[in-house]
């Protein structure tokens, strides 16, 4: 299964993990985020970026997904491209992102394809009236995936 990390100006990164959340009512496992602010050394994120990507690695690789080509996450995530099973795609969205977690199972070239083409048919002008476009009624991949164990604070302990 191929880990995801997101890379992206605060708070978008988190705010994207935080919508896959809710949607898999959990954060699934290997699943990263690196919201870049902007007083940021991007020295340090690179490397706190390196850090995320060994967490994350198996397999199938790793897929970075970045907001905005040509700015200061997305050249920090093209540094990541040079490495082997790393993919990076700059633009992300909420239907992009969903597409990379329910197709993390397939091949590395298969995933990043499905993400971007489930990114630009998440793109729509809406209209009043207009009824909403067909959807996928599921990628035949998604099965539950269950959250990664969150740390028990003290008092949940007996």
């Known amino acids: 299964m191929a880990g995801i990390l997101i890379i992206a100006h605060?708070?978008?990164a988190t705010a994207l993990r935080d919508c896959i959340a809710h949607i898999y009512g959990g954060v699934p496992a290997r699943i990263g985020c690196i919201d870049v602010m902007a007083d940021s050394d991007?020295?340090?994120?690179?490397a706190f970026a390196h850090a995320e990507l060994a967490?994350?690695?198996e397999e199938n690789g790793v897929v970075v997904l970045t907001d905005m080509y040509g700015a200061t996450p997305a050249n920090i995530a093209g540094q990541l491209a040079k490495l082997d099973n790393v993919r990076v795609l700059a633009g992300v969205n909420l239907p992009m992102?969903?597409?990379a977690v329910c197709y993390r199972t397939v091949p590395l070239d298969k995933l990043v394809d499905k993400a971007l083409s489930g990114g630009a048919k998440g793109v729509h002008e809406v209209s009043s009236g207009t009824p909403p476009p067909p959807t996928e009624t599921g990628c035949g991949q998604c099965a539950p995936i269950p959250p990664e164990p969150q740390p028990r604070t003290p008092s949940e302990s007996h």
Not at 42 to 46: D, E, F, L, N, R
């Open 10 to 12: 605060a708070p978008l």
């Open 42 to 46: 991007p020295t340090q994120v690179m």
């Open 55 to 57: 967490r994350l690695r």
């Open 97 to 99: 992102l969903v597409r």
